[in-house]
């Protein structure tokens, strides 16, 4: 089965629905399938709930489905970077549903891992554990919290090979290698594209069982949202 | 005198120890690290996936792939690791994690803690709080003892109970405020206990802006 595809349009086609689940890779801009999430807009297709760490900025990744309207629901931890975001959850035109971060993270990999549910002591006694189930274990009390899988998922990686394959590059790793395994089908932007046998097999983080379909994106734009530095010591 | 911002991230950072793995807030609490004492190893966690946190890059090596949690150029050490945030949540909730600093907008006397949302305003998120909170072995709050709204009122932080939804249920060991430093005992009945008074603030002045109940053990004399 071939699973490269010759660009992010093509990779999409036929696959996106109304009303579908999309998980979208990132911490911030960090890391997100930028590429993906373009041609995810191009699609048109509306009422999505997104999953993410965040919403994006304006005019920036999941930013840019919120310009559309195209977004029904987000579950994000937090989505401070975002003004049209918060306009149009105050107006009531977006769903939100908070959760920790750790949280999210661990729906996910729980997701992907065929485990529809698992107890956490996050948020015990918080919003966050009103209505769910809280069990004691060993004295202490833990919240239980749902597995979260994607009708899709779109990742962004550094490296992959052809059979999907796949190495991240510093912090832009956060959420895409829990993302790749909670997809029913799984997209992956790679930055470097190259033929089985040119990674190091100990090396890969993501196997390619988990990904259906490839594009590479050799020019990826990549943005800062807070450019820190410091001054360079005299010599 | 009350403590300044960089006062009480000093105060903070004695709460250090060598070899601990920490993780620092946005804030004051970022300015720890700036006072680990030389010949102290400690090694700072970014709960975006990244563990041996260096300081910000020189001008023009900065690199969108390396950032902090709180979304901030950054740099690797030769220690440093990178995982995903599931693995950065198994550290955080799994307990490998020494110390927490981080921020609030009110603590009670039983080590609740209120710091991600106020009703009616737009709320961002509570990001990795929740799970600091509720995984990290010792919690240290550091912030201004009162909010002091813009006509001048004053709103006291440190309560019999947070009136603002939760973050985490007995959480807190350690406030550093500007006036001072109290200790919480969260999993016994001991309360709150006033160990510190910032140089030149007196008992009153702490009593007169902390509605939650607190007992006195001053280690030493201001």
């Known amino acids: 089965m071939q699973k490269v595809y010759s660009d992010a349009k093509s990779a999409l086609a036929g696959q996106v629905k109304d009303g579908m689940t999309i998980m979208c890779g990132g911490f911030g801009l960090c890391g997100i399938p930028e590429v993906l999430i373009e041609a995810l807009k191009d699609t048109g297709a509306k009422n999505l709930t997104a999953i993410s760490n965040n919403a994006g900025t304006d005019g920036f990744g999941l930013g840019l489905l919120l310009e559309t309207r195209q977004i029904k629901k987000m579950i994000s931890s937090y989505v401070g970077e975002n003004k049209l975001f918060a306009q149009q959850y105050l107006s009531g035109e977006l769903e939100l549903e908070f959760n920790p971060q750790g949280t999210l993270a661990e729906r996910i990999r729980a997701g992907g891992a065929g485990i529809p549910a698992f107890f956490t002591k996050t948020g015990v006694g918080t919003l966050i554990a009103e209505g769910k189930e809280v069990k004691t274990f060993d004295g202490e009390d833990y919240v ?45 932007e790679v930055e470097h594209l190259v033929q089985p046998g040119e990674l190091d097999p100990d090396a890969i983080v993501t196997p390619g069982v988990f990904v259906q379909r490839i594009i590479h994106v050799p020019n990826a734009k990549k943005h800062i949202e807070q450019r820190t ?6 010599a | 005198m009350a403590w300044t911002r960089d006062q009480m991230a000093a105060r903070a950072a004695q709460e250090l120890r060598d070899g601990f793995y920490v993780n620092l807030g946005i804030g004051i609490p970022t300015l720890v690290s700036n006072y680990i004492p030389q010949g102290m190893k400690v090694s700072l966690q970014s709960e975006n996936g990244m563990l041996g946190m260096g300081p910000f890059p020189y001008e023009g090596d900065e690199d969108a792939d390396l950032i902090n949690a709180g979304k901030q150029t950054i740099t690797e050490l030769p220690t440093t690791s990178y995982f995903s945030s599931a693995d950065s949540f198994a550290m955080i909730r799994g307990g490998h994690i020494d110390l927490s600093i981080l921020g609030a907008m009110q603590v009670a006397e039983n080590g609740d803690l209120a710091n991600w949302m106020i009703p009616g305003k737009m709320v961002k998120g509570m990001g990795g709080a929740m799970d600091l909170v509720a995984g990290v072995k010792k919690v240290v709050v550091v ?15 440190l309560l019999h109970r947070c009136n603002l939804p939760l973050t985490g249920a007995r959480v807190v060991d ?5 006036l001072g430093v109290f200790t919480i005992d969260k999993h016994g009945s001991g309360g709150m206990t006033l160990v510190e008074l910032a140089p030149g603030v ?5 009593k007169a802006n902390t509605e939650a109940s607190f007992q006195v053990a001053l280690a030493k004399a201001a």
Do not use: C, Q
């Not at chain 1, 530095?229 to 005299?234: G, M, N, V």
């Not at chain 2, 350690?174 to 500007?178: E, F, I, N, S």
């Not at chain 2, 007196?202 to 702490?206: A, Q, R, S, V």
């Open chain 2, 143 to 157: 912030m201004d003892h009162v909010a002091k709204a813009k006509d001048g009122m004053i709103e006291k932080k």
């Open chain 1, 229 to 234: 530095t410091r001054k360079r010591e005299a």
């Open chain 2, 202 to 206: 007196t008992l009153d002045d702490i």
């Open chain 2, 174 to 178: 350690m406030v550093v405020t500007d």
């Open chain 1, 144 to 188: 239980m919290e749902r597995g979260l899988v994607a009708d899709i998922s779109l990742v962004h990686a550094w490296k992959g090979d052809t059979e999907g394959n796949l190495i991240y590059r510093k912090t832009a790793r956060n959420f895409n290698p829990m993302m790749a395994t909670a997809g029913k089908l799984t997209i992956v």
